[in-house]
């Protein structure tokens, strides 16, 4: 029995804390995996040793008499240590905790969550929880329902992990009542052992798992979750929503589950990398959720729509083309087609508008030219149910042409289920033709808009970050040799080694102090130069007025130098920095932060005004390959700018992926950068221009 | 009987077109009627006679008994008018003509609307679509349902005008399914005669309407609808959505309805002005509708969440915070008596977390605490329904307090009616007691996001835009006068002329011609000028090298006016301005354009980049009040820009205000205005050195 097996697959089940009273979670379970024909055993502990549901109970797990797989443990918080001990030495593989009372209510339950885990590494038997609900797997061939919850089971493809029991209920619920059949499910709470990532790497190796559903909370380790979930989002759509992302979303989650991953920049990063979707939406995820599990991924964005309803189907129209998709007309075929066969159409267009009358053989015709033209990859059937018509025709047409294709098909069905028995059975009908029957047309809209973002998802290039150049060693020495300044900051001389021994190109520039030195350093550089004064207390150069710049020649250069000196008198450290002046290029900002448990992020943003007050930046995890750097140029609101704009030149972006691609491998190379701030980097149209001309690296443990 | 009475409240109602036929429409409208007790007399009309519905049938309205109020009219199209003529013999007071084939389907269509139109402006009869569905109305007095459909009718007090028909199913149905009760319902289609502000303005006057949804696909009349509507939005909220806000769906809606207004910026000016909340999302739109019907609009955005479930209130907390609204900790009071009376309680906080086994007493005791916390203005409860909980009791708590508070109350109620009938009771009991039950967290949150946003519109300042001190007269002589050029574009000393006698500063400038003359006007207007060449042919003067700025002497602009002499040899009307050059000032684009029936649109943005490259401007109709103006400056993503950016000192707003004020007014005052650009104004921390530095018009009928 391998991995996860034992929790997913068990052959016998012990429900340490099993009870006789009919509303308690210990009875529960034992009735919830009766219930639902759990094909292995059960074995009921409980020290009372009464039978329960007609079933042998045993005082002790010692006394069951065959191996157990599974114990799902429902004791107080502080005899869970006791119970698990006894778990292990009757050689259970996983032990479900289901308690609550360890690390989300502070540092006494973190303890004794400590006690647990301990536990688990010292006797090899792994853990799920504490603090959760359970699992369940509908394979036939094991039929689990190990929860103490209330929803149906239906076999289907839709696995799911949730950190949150009530969130899992509430998904649980929303597939129950849709009709939507379900795989797996697993709900782990405080998740102190078993990991969510590798439940997500279990579902990616169970083939009858089409999509996954995935509700975070908090990870106690960013890489590893990286690591695993990647290979499996490369093949199976992850649909996400993390919680906890706003300050006060936070703390409630700090006293929920115990965690704690605040930063929805490194969230958003993470599950890009992994080729995670993304939802903020709970609602979104669900209604989405439905569309992967019954339907393929549409091959492109063009969408065709057919209904007998014309108002809704402009909405339908509206939405799609506002959210980046196409309503193409339709090919010549689909056009002579439907003249040729169809009374009752309104409108030969796409949407193909049809009355009101239209029934089984207008909706059969119209969405078999739909699916038959190559103009498009997915069509919506939006219909009402009027009561002249036979609505089950429509189910029925919806149905043969659901059989027939391999394009995606999406109903949105605007009818009252309640209204007639009729509209009720039609719906059910379009359902189990696969096809997912929404209520609203913007919920289809919704599906198909994230099935296309899957698929860019999906097909984007796997690349690795590239091999570079570069000198490790003299990076490594630049930070040990440091001279560490207040908050961490590195000399600017460390920095400006670490970041060449990089390949990252700086502007040319010298350190001096007196006006001799100066001037000696000015004609090394080569006029115009910048004059800047250089002092550990000066932070904010600019700010502190200790900056000239374009000086044009000696007498000038001479002039800033006596007119910072005045101004600054001479403050412990105070050296002048010469630059190498470069007139007219563009700014743009990189930088680096460390991201707790998961490497580094890397930023990049336009100077000025567009990364303080309008936050048009891109983070990404690093090391980035050529692809993700190239992306993050493209990626910012104002990328036009970089192509020129009312005139400008445009800027050369190789240099700039370089230099993206090189930060990003320093960082992921020496974690002990906390941060990194190149501000401002300039760009020009000649590429062979590019250079940093500020930058700030500082050392530490990272935030 | 006054205005639209006759429609909503007729004390007869004949059926043109009645028919035996049950899956017919004319069979439809009357069975309809008396399924729904209409309380005044039904006449189905049929050449045939015979009797529909045990009713004694009328071969010819003219052979009609008594007064007809009403007409309902489902003939073919071709047929509509000859119905229409003996309807108004009749003295019918207002016909709802059913059929389409009119102006959705071209000019012949058209044409036919037409000879409608004029039958009722000749005979006083008011017309009510055609293309078009029908009306109800619940109120017990009258209980009309003159319309097609099959959704049930229960009395409430929402009422809804949707243009599209099948729109207004879509809605009717989802009232229906969630036990929203509804007050007055019309889904008028063309709207040739009886307009959507019409019947917006009579729900005003509707004491039981509280709330209402407005679905719009065109509008014939937007000043109308702009006069009509506003006092309402001012009582009551309106949630609109606009279809046709792409080119796809502008298509579709033309060949639907048969009107086009497109321009979605002017349906956000509009809708803003009048006062009206629009949604992007027709579920949105409903489920947020729900919330209004039902419960009060709380009086702030502070928000209280309770919960027998910890992850799903951390996504309610999450998007609460995200949408701006506050999600504050709880009072001494609230956590004193939470802390004294509560044992099922997980955290004492905001969330109040409570275990799942809490039920009434614990439910009643947390809703007390936030309801009466006067750090609250809204609550949000959030339950699961456990098995081995007594979910009716939630129900009760939350019934009591909603009985005792006149704070906003929402539930959200992660449970499958289906699952149990309890679970249904516990629904449907919330619901009785005025408390609106969402599935999702995130449906409950957008309700509250929306009645803050309504509330914000409401208690917005009412006042009048200001008078002005202006000389209409010299501007039109202006206009009047005006040279005008290629394109409608005035002459600049016309466009100035006409800018100056409404109070607009504009920079001082002179236009010259030859060396002698420049030097002149240089010496009027003062050193630093700027000196641009203008000729017709040129209208991107800059773009095309024509200006030189910044000249401080005689010799550099003798300089200046050679290279640029040089430069464009002689086009036919060549001349040089020269202007005072404004060192410093930071650029701001103020503009304005027609938008068709209503007005003009004025928009405000930020030079350069802001506009053209990120989009980021604000429209509002003209004329302008001094809040609406100020709102302008403040609306931009950029607007800190204005206040002072990194060390920059903030603009002087005031004179900008006072800009845009009168160039609302001078739009608002000459409709042969079609386009203004003022581009760029210069801004100074010193509010006198405000001034345009380049202004465009164009006259025109608008675009």
């Known amino acids: 029995m391998d991995g996860l097996d034992a929790l997913f697959y068990p052959k016998s089940v012990a429900v340490i804390g099993a009870s006789n009273r009919p509303l308690t979670i210990g009875h529960r379970i ?20 009464e039978p329960i549901l007609d079933l042998p109970t045993f005082a002790s797990i010692a006394d069951v008499p065959g191996e157990v797989d599974l114990a799902h443990v ?43 885990v301990a536990i688990g590494r010292r006797t090899g038997m792994r853990l799920f929880g504490p603090n959760c609900q359970g699992v369940m797997n509908t394979d036939p061939r094991v039929s689990l329902y190990s929860n103490f919850t209330f929803a149906e089971m239906t076999p289907g493809h839709l696995s799911m992990v949730c950190q949150g029991g009530g969130v899992a209920e509430v998904i649980n ?113 669900c209604e989405t959720a439905q569309a992967f599990a019954m339907q393929p991924v549409p091959r492109g964005n063009r969408v065709g729509i057919v209904t007998n309803a014309g108002s809704p189907a402009i909405i339908v129209t509206d939405e799609l083309v506002s959210s980046g998709m196409l309503v193409p007309d339709l090919g010549e075929n689909a056009k002579a087609s439907l003249g040729d066969t169809l009374q009752a159409i309104a409108s030969i267009a796409n949407p193909i508008d049809m009355m009101a009358t239209a029934a089984e053989a207008e909706f059969g015709a119209a969405l078999a ?59 059910a009908q379009v359902r189990r033709a696969g096809v997912p029957v929404y209520y609203f047309p913007g919920s289809a809209v919704q599906a198909l808009v994230h099935m296309d973002r899957f698929r860019r998802l ?77 002092a550990p207390s000066l932070v904010h150069k600019t700010d502190a007025g200790g900056v000239a710049l374009a000086i044009d020649d000696e007498a000038g250069l001479e002039r800033a130098y006596r007119s910072l000196a005045e101004r600054f008198g001479a403050p412990p450290g105070l050296r002048f920095l010469v630059q190498r002046y470069l007139a007219g290029g563009t700014e743009v900002i990189v930088g680096g932060a460390r991201a707790a448990g998961l490497g580094a992020l890397v930023m ?22 050529r692809g993700e750097a190239e992306a993050m140029l493209g990626g910012i609101k104002a990328a036009p700018l970089l192509d020129g704009f009312r005139g400008a030149p445009a800027i050369d972006r190789a240099p700039l992926v370089d230099v993206l691609l090189r930060v990003s491998r320093l960082l992921a190379d020496h974690p002990e950068i906390a941060e990194l701030d190149l501000n401002p980097v300039l760009a020009f149209a000649d590429g062979s221009r590019t250079a940093v001309v500020d930058a700030r690296i500082r050392l530490g443990r990272g935030t």
């Open 604 to 625: 990049f943003g336009l100077g000025g005004i567009h990364v303080e007050l309008l936050k048009d930046v891109v983070f990404k995890l690093a090391p980035l390959t």
């Open 30 to 49: 034992v009735s919830n995996l009766l219930a639902n024909r759990f094909t292995g055993t059960v074995y009921p502990v409980n020290p009372k040793g």
């Open 74 to 116: 429902i004791v107080r918080n502080t005899q869970a240590a006791e119970a698990l001990e006894a778990c292990a030495a009757k050689g259970v593989k996983v032990a479900i905790v289901n308690s609550s009372g360890f690390k989300e209510t502070g540092a006494a339950g973190a303890a004794l969550e400590e006690g647990l």
């Open 173 to 285: 619920n929303y597939f129950g009542m849709q009709g939507v059949g379900q795989r797996m499910y697993a709900s782990n709470g405080n998740a102190c052992d078993i990991s969510i990532a590798e439940i997500l790497e279990y579902y990616g190796g169970d083939d009858a798992t089409r999509v996954i559903v995935l509700h975070l909370e908090s990870l106690a380790d960013p890489a590893e979750f990286l690591r695993r979930v990647r290979p499996v989002a490369a093949r199976k759509p992850i649909l996400a929503l993390k919680s906890g992302t706003t300050r006060e979303g936070a703390r409630a989650v700090a006293s929920h589950t115990g965690g704690l991953m605040a930063d929805d920049a490194v969230t958003d990063a993470l599950f890009e990398a992994a080729g995670i979707l993304r939802f903020t939406s709970l609602a979104a995820l």
């Open 458 to 534: 999906r097909d984007r290039p796997r690349e690795e970050p590239p091999d570079l150049e570069v000198d490790t060693a003299a990076a490594r020495t630049a930070f040990a040799a440091a001279d560490v300044g207040a908050g961490g900051f590195l000399a600017p001389e460390a920095a400006g080694a670490a970041l060449r021994a990089y390949g990252v190109p700086l502007v040319c520039e010298r350190r001096a102090m007196a006006w001799e030195e100066v001037r000696a350093a000015a004609r090394e550089v080569g006029y115009p130069v910048a004059l800047k004064a250089e």
């Open 369 to 427: 030219a739909l699916v038959d033209d190559p103009g498009l990859d997915a069509a919506v059937v939006c219909f009402m149910t009027p009561f002249f018509v036979d609505t089950g025709g429509i189910a029925r047409a919806i149905e043969a042409q659901a059989k027939r294709t391999d394009k995606t098909l999406i109903a949105v069905a605007m009818t009252n289920p309640e209204g007639k028995q009729e509209w009720r059975e039609t719906v």
